[in-house]
């Protein structure tokens, strides 16, 4: 009775791992279609909501499976963004989730923390799939994003094995409320630099960021984002030459 009941209990927790990884598969995708939906607002340039569905759609379900039968029927076409996103990517991480159904995990840290650094890794090999690589002895500007992103795969393939073969604590309580906050801070510079430029950006992002932690200090995270703010005024548009629009676009016009 113990082992059925401990064997259930594993294969609830073994299934909602699963879950977690076919969502983190997909996350480029909800991301971009979290950003197109500013495209109806004005906000950014790209594709719209519809186009984002359909495309990421289309690649998961019939682009990517067309270009591996190609692949062995000796095809030469040069897939598209979306579909190298399914094939390096998404797909990788849906054969990890349908393995982990099937697999007795006995660190749960070790291997959830081995495959999002795999995730991770896979992104910046789908990132530099378009760069050049080497050519002779030359290195190219995809070389060492892929080089870094390969060893990174087997290094976290290495830590989510550990975590099936050695006994090790379980998931520990993550609150998000850190990360979170951050990511709606890069959002809204990402979405605001154009309209409301550097310096009105570059300070709001950085307050938006400070609600991520409970023990902030609104007056002194108010001057270090300021300094901040300044250091930026001065770093990107005079030290690095970078044409940023400095004010709101409303009070340059």
Not at 49 to 76: C, E, K, N
Not at 79 to 106: C, G, K, N, Q, W
Not at 155 to 174: E, F, R, V
Request: with cysteine.
């Amino acid at each position: 009775m113990a082992d059925t009941m401990g064997h259930s209990a594993t294969a609830t927790r073994n299934t909602g791992v699963a879950l977690g990884f076919c969502l983190l598969a997909i996350a480029p995708q909800i991301f971009e279609f979290i950003w197109s939906i500013g495209t109806i607002f004005g906000w950014g340039a790209g594709r719209g909501p519809l186009q984002v569905v359909t495309g990421h759609a289309t690649a998961l379900l019939a682009g990517a499976p067309s270009a591996i039968f190609g692949s062995f029927g000796g095809g030469t076409k040069k897939a598209s963004s979306d579909v190298l996103l399914a094939l390096i990517y998404s797909y990788p991480l849906f054969a990890v989730a349908i393995l982990t159904l099937f697999m007795t995990i006995r660190s749960a840290q070790d291997y959830v923390g081995g495959v999002i650094l795999m995730a991770l890794a896979l992104f910046a090999l789908w990132a530099s799939s378009d760069l050049q690589g080497m050519r002779g002895f030359s290195f190219g500007a995809g070389t060492a994003p892929r080089m870094f992103g390969g060893l990174l795969v087997a290094l976290s393939a290495g830590i989510a094995l550990t975590g099936l073969l050695t006994d090790g604590p379980a998931m520990a309580h993550y609150s998000w409320r850190g990360p979170l906050f951050v990511m709606v801070a890069i959002l809204f510079f990402a979405l605001a630099i154009r309209p409301l430029g550097l310096v009105v950006t570059a300070f709001v992002s950085f307050m938006i960021a400070a609600l991520g932690s409970h023990e902030t200090r609104w007056l002194e995270a108010a001057i270090v984002g300021a300094c901040l703010t300044l250091g930026c005024a001065i770093l990107f548009p005079y030290v690095l030459g970078l044409p940023m629009p400095m004010f709101p676009r409303f009070l340059v016009q």
